[in-house]
Nanobody, 118 residues
């Protein structure tokens, strides 16, 4: 049974920083793309950032220059460093990991809440 466990969310003032972590556990043969998405109340889930297994990154326009995605396959983890946070970054953040068990599947974390106060 594969599980993704997220951590690092919380309450921060505008301009502050948070680092989100997502660790995978279970019988995993390998990883493909990893990413972060977010969902604010009343909104659809949206992409924040993704990273391929080769290290190619893709950021939403709202994330560029402020957020940095990284990963460590040996630790089965993906991270999101968020700097210069804004109140509009307030949302539940979800990690998304494509992996083989050996079946190829996409898994979601349970979500971690980020609240940015003005």
């Amino acid at each position: 049974q594969v599980q993704l466990v997220e951590s690092g969310g919380g309450l921060v003032q505008a301009g502050g920083s948070l680092r989100l972590s997502c660790a995978a556990s279970g019988a995993i043969f390998g990883f493909n793309n990893m990413g972060w998405y977010r969902q604010a109340p009343g909104n659809q889930r949206e992409l924040v950032a993704t990273m391929t297994n080769g290290g190619v990154t893709n950021y939403a326009n709202s994330s560029k220059g402020r957020f940095t995605i990284s990963r460590d396959n040996a630790k089965r983890s993906v991270y999101l460093q968020m700097d210069s946070l804004r109140p509009e970054d307030t949302a539940d953040y979800y990690c998304n990991v494509e992996l083989w068990t050996p079946q190829y599947r996409t898994y979601w974390g349970q979500g971690t809440q980020v609240t940015v106060s003005s």
